[in-house]
């Protein structure tokens, strides 16, 4: 197997990283040793051409120098941190190794005017700690050393290969990289035989790429084991031809909901599996070598930048080198040639996302690969087993239910707030769905490909719903007319996506859950009902903007905004409080909420279907095509639902009213709105309102953040203060 590096000093990367994609699409490159980048610490991730990952690298608290290392995103590899080994200004490195070589790989750049005895004796302490962290493995060093090797009778020239020679290690370029200079080169200990070196064709800075290729024997080969379902057209079609020849006369005599989703589904999928199914398949991850440049490098491009070559190549002629016309005309081309590779790689974006189904994913995609955020699958997994995921999820309902039981004989209980809110004077009912009202339900479903637990997916439910809309609508009916919700659609799945900070730890994970597809169709049928029937009898808090027809984030912010103008005009002190929750969603009880249920009009049997909704749900976790154990979810509203922010709206529902100030609620999020003429009464009524809320979260076993809690005072008039009496 061959492993090609490639080496330069790009004299600051921020306007050559499409130039530098073409050039390592072209020399299909798997490791890139990068010297004066010229980006400072928070921006070095934002430079990367697709189809690589920032590996390491070292940056100057000041622009320019600096050195990197990129690698392909495929490859895994381990950080060296030798940060304390350098020094900037005289020797920035950045270094990494790679299990699958053997190879430890390091960027190096040395400034022209720094002391080179210091610099030889923070080389020789560099080169001493890699050989010992890792003595069994090879050394590929790019760098920019700013001392010419042609000179060899040069004290500096002498004294660098002697101490390369010193820890075997040898330089490999004889050719000039910078005018008549061999300043950049490639320092090794493999062996002569098994690598190769050369000068790259192209200059995208004023000194030459060294392109190394060396080959690593007995390597093994990067191999993934990869399940799919095929759902090709010709496979999807006949499942629907089969689908449609189906008896489902025997459906219709079972009574029983259980059973009735149960025959419906298994038959559902008998024939799925059968016609689409479940495929394994190995790939070789070496072949990952195009990253897609060559979609807009095309052939006008080509003849530009061989233009820039020539001319470029003039320049480096004695005779030429001072052509100032020459030279112009070269700087003049340079910039015709970058302006046309942005440009097509502009074009290229645009069609990319306008030709795409989902305009907004595509854009997406876009954004992720020129920020330079395109990393491998396999890293952003995190290094949790599934079980310890799964087990964190589930306590949080464990704890849930001993706070409940623990403050079962608080003074102030939940139904004490419940009180002061408007309940219902008539009962809810289900009413039975009909065909058309299901085919909307189905229609309005996005046409995700994304498999849920049965492994369908929205798409493949859309374009089969007119062939399985009679048995869906009696099975639908069946549920809401014995008030249960069927058992095979309680079992959901999350799979966990890495946040920030230490990824070994589970709070650092955000997760995305997946719920059957049928059950999302049954909990719009329900929602749709108890939304009406909130709407009539006007039970929900106009305090409330979040998942409810006609309210948004926009409108939200918009009130907030208006009350503060207001407050501006009256000539008021405004006092904004931003609650935090912390787990809001998974800390709800489900007997609270059943009992806030009742109290708004869900009574008797359709009581008995949100009961059944929320009791014995099962929950698993996936990491990386692992799954963890099935286990019962105790508390929390269903991740991922159709009804689970509704019921958390009607949890959170008796806020407002217990509060006796102006409050904006966006689901978990919530903010109190003080006002007044005297900043020391809106101060003294906000750590009022905060206290109150407090014990209401208490009482409704939810808790605060106060980290993260927010207090922002808004006012034209001046504030003296020498202490603030407001509360964190």
Sequence with gaps: MWVNVLHLNVQSIRNKVNELAVVLDEATCDVVLINEHWLLEDEVKLYVPSGFQLASAYCRSEPYGGASILIKDYIKFEIIDVSHLTCPRLLEAACIYVNTFNV??????????????????????????????????????????????????????????NLLKSFNLYHVNDTPTRYNNIIDNIVTNLDKNCFRCCLWNYQISDHEMILFNFCVPSVTPMVKQISFRRVKENNVNSFAEQLSQFDWYSLFEITDTNAAFEYFINNLMCLYNYFCPMIQKSVNLQNK??????????????????IVNTLGDMLKIPAYRDNVALRNCYNLQKKMYRERIKEAKIRCNDTFINEANNKCLAAWKVIKLEAGNHFSTDDNLPQIAPDKFNDHYINIGKEILSKYQTNNNNSIRHSVYLANAKSSQVS???KEIDEKQICAIVKSLKPSKCEDIYGLSNKIVKFIAPLIIKPLTYVINLSLSSSRFPNCLKLSKSIPLFKKGDRSCVDNYRTITIVSVFSKILETCVKNQLMDFLDVNQILSNSQFGFRPGYSTVKALDNVVSQILTSFEDHEYLGLTLLDLSKAFDSISHDILLNKLQYYGICNDTLQFFRTYLCGRLHMVSVGGQDSSVKEVLAGVPQGSVLGPLLFILYVNDLPINLNCNTVLYADDTSIIVKGNCVHDVLSNTNRVINTASMWFESNLLKMNDNKTENILFSLRSIEMQDSILKP
Excluded at 289 to 306: A, I, Q, V, Y
């Design 104 to 161: 430890i790989f390091i960027s190096l750049y040395r400034t022209p005017d720094s002391n080179s005895n210091i610099f030889f004796t923070y080389l020789e302490y560099l080169l001493h700690f890699i050989c010992n962290r890792k003595p069994k493995s090879k050394i590929v060093l790019g760098a920019d050393f700013n001392i010419d090797f042609s000179k060899v009778n040069d004290v500096n020239t002498v004294m660098l290969i």
């Design 289 to 306: 070598k195009k990253t897609g440049n060559s979609k807009w490098f095309d052939e006008s491009l080509h003849n530009m930048r061989n």
């Design 428 to 430: 809810f009912i289900f």
